[in-house]
């Protein structure tokens, strides 16, 4: 029993010692432990810095690279505009040019419209006499036109040469108008047939009596009742109501 008592008194001072160590131990680790999850607190609180810092570099990076591009791009748009602004500069310096030259191609192109209308006129008083009244209001027309200052030359030139095609068509056409013709020294309501400038010839409403121009002698003549078909047919096809046919008609020949 003594043995035993002394086995349990020592196992109890031991049981005492390794207390006495394990608390001596914790007050040396506390202060360790305390120390090393400050230390993990403070890398961590530094990971998190060091993560957001990436992000901002990453996001800095991207706007750089975007910026780049977007600098490319205007340097490409820069160099289009200079183009442009280049080709605008020259096209300044020629209308400028141009500008220069407006009185002066003005000054010459006037007095050419002058001759074209007085040789027009003169054309047409040399002409077969059809439509005269017509023509004759085209041609003063023209002349009043030269004379107004609101008029730009461009747009008289145009006028001009508008006469001139209405007379080039008149060569080519076949015509029938209404009019009054002087016959046996009466004045009489007669239809009038054109075939081109080639033929002028006029038929009472009747179709009783009928007369041509001679481009010779510049007078009027009679026909004898022998073209009355052909005239009266000739008229017809002008004004549309029978197809184009073969007509018989006198044609002056000039030498």
């Given at each position: 029993m003594k043995r035993l008592a002394t086995y349990t008194v020592l196992a109890l001072a031991l049981t005492v010692s390794a207390t006495n160590s394990f608390a001596q131990e914790d007050n040396v680790l506390k202060p360790a432990v305390k120390v090393a999850t400050q230390i993990n607190d403070s890398a961590a609180a530094s990971q998190q810095k060091i993560n957001q810092i990436t992000d901002q570099i990453d996001d800095k990076l991207q706007q750089f690279k975007t910026i780049n591009k977007e600098i490319d791009g205007l340097e490409v748009y820069n160099g289009q505009l200079r183009k442009q602004v280049a080709n605008q500069l020259q096209e300044m310096a020629d209308l400028n040019a141009s500008i220069d030259n407006v009185s002066v191609i003005e000054r010459q192109i006037t007095p050419l419209m002058m001759r074209m209308i007085d040789g027009l006129a003169q054309f047409v008083a040399l002409d077969v006499p059809f439509l005269p009244e017509e023509r004759s209001k085209r041609i003063e027309d023209l002349k009043r036109m030269m004379d107004r200052a609101d008029i730009a030359p461009s747009e008289k030139f145009r006028r001009v040469m508008e006469a001139y095609?209405?007379?080039?068509?008149?060569?080519?056409?076949?015509?029938?108008?209404?009019?009054?013709?002087?016959?046996?020294?009466?004045?009489?309501?007669?239809?009038?047939?054109?075939?081109?400038?080639?033929?002028?010839?006029?038929?009472?409403?009747?179709?009783?009596?009928?007369?041509?121009?001679?481009?010779?002698?510049?007078?009027?003549?009679?026909?004898?009742?022998?073209?009355?078909?052909?005239?009266?047919?000739?008229?017809?096809?002008?004004?549309?109501?029978?197809?184009?046919?073969?007509?018989?008609?006198?044609?002056?020949?000039t030498e």
């Open positions: 095609q209405v007379e080039m068509d008149y060569g080519r056409t076949l015509e029938a108008y209404s009019g009054l013709q002087t016959i046996d020294g009466q004045e009489r309501n007669v239809d009038f047939l054109r075939v081109g400038r080639t033929t002028l010839i006029y038929q009472t409403r009747d179709a009783a009596l009928q007369g041509t121009w001679n481009k010779q002698t510049r007078q009027w003549e009679a026909l004898d009742s022998s073209y009355r078909t052909q005239v009266t047919k000739g008229l017809r096809m002008a004004k549309k109501q029978l197809a184009p046919d073969l007509l018989m008609l006198p044609v002056a020949i």
